[in-house]
């Protein structure tokens, strides 16, 4: 086996959990976190919530940040700057999902001014994660009013994954946000479709509802898990052909070997139902490498990649828009 691969997997068993407080399958709740005084302060959730000014225009934005790859640190700073700057210019809202944090991606999070000032934080330890070695996490930008926040903990699992959701007052609706890996590999029977019919199911219990990850979509199954659930693929919905390369999310910045084995994928996604309506979708992220000469140096040395990249993933973003309950139910 990889020695890179039985380092992980020594650490991950180190953090194995022995015990947690949620049953499987079972939403569980948990506070969001903001900065206030000086300090990381819990909130929980809050049902009576009702927002009547925001104009129900937002973005979601996903990246997954390679757990696996050297230098979490120096990846995890200049990831944390790009997505700064990148969703600085975008025109809305923005709220950002990240798939395979560490602890130490959450403690940097933390610690950015602009995440401070601009956003809640679900997650600033792995209390909620199954996993003890990596997890989701969400930032919900101030503007907007969390009714509350749960985990669906996936009872089909070898690979501790679950679904992050957060309630949003919106135009007097609500939008349920997911975050949420599916599980990586092959497996059989499998798995993912079982843990995308539990998330659709809690995303078809409101107003609205948008998905959004690394769904690992590597079968020929995973192109119509959307929809057997009767959801809509965001990058589908705008044009986008199955297969294109224009499409692929993964592969493109993997190590060498790996890409010419596996070739591309589109993996994350963004999925949605309900009243709601894409405005634009595109994929970001491509070329962001780490700043730091050394790190550079040895990452492209180790990993085999051509370049220190600070993540395998491109990042998916979809703009949407709230539209009226009854309005939806005209279209259909």
């Not at 600033?124 to 749960?150: H, N, Q, R």
Request: proline content about 4%; aromatic content about 10%; some cysteine.
């Amino acid at each position: 086996m990889d020695p890179k691969i039985q380092r992980i997997i020594k650490a991950m068993n180190a953090h194995r959990k022995s015990s947690f407080s949620w049953k499987r399958g079972q939403s569980f709740p948990q506070p969001y976190h903001t900065w206030q005084n000086g300090i990381w302060q819990s909130t929980t959730s809050n049902a009576d919530a009702l927002s009547t000014t925001h104009d129900g225009s937002f973005s979601v934005l996903s990246w997954n940040i390679d757990f696996m790859r050297s230098f979490t640190d120096e990846r995890m700073k200049k990831a944390l700057s790009f997505l700064q700057q990148y969703a600085s210019q975008v025109p809305r809202p923005s709220i950002i999902m990240l798939n395979e944090m560490l602890v130490s991606d959450l403690q940097l999070i933390q610690a950015q001014t602009w995440v401070r000032d601009q956003y809640h934080l679900t997650d600033i330890s792995d209390e909620f994660w199954e996993s003890g070695y990596y997890g989701t996490c969400v930032l919900i930008p101030k503007t907007m009013s969390i009714a509350k926040v749960f985990r669906v903990h996936y009872e089909h699992t070898a690979m501790e994954r679950d679904g992050l959701f957060i309630d949003l007052a919106m135009k007097h609706q609500t939008v349920r946000i997911c975050c949420t890996h599916l599980e990586s590999l092959v497996a059989d029977p499998p798995i993912r479709p079982k843990q995308l019919a539990a998330a659709a199911k809690f995303m078809h219990e409101v107003d609205a509802s948008i998905l959004g990850g690394d769904l690992n979509a590597i079968q020929p199954f995973d192109k119509h898990l959307h929809t057997e659930n009767s959801l809509k693929d965001a990058y589908l919905e705008i044009g986008g052909e199955e297969d294109a390369e224009s499409g692929m999310t993964w592969g493109q910045m993997a190590p060498t070997k790996e890409r010419e084995k596996f070739g591309l994928s589109r993996m994350d996604k963004l999925m949605f139902c309900g009243a709601v309506e894409l405005e634009h979708f595109e994929t970001f992220g491509m070329d962001i490498v780490v700043d730091d000469e050394q790190a550079a140096k040895d990452m492209v040395e180790e990993e085999g990649i051509e370049k220190p990249w600070v993540t395998d993933h491109l990042g998916v973003r979809g703009d949407f828009r709230m539209i009226s309950a009854q309005h939806t139910a005209s279209n259909l």
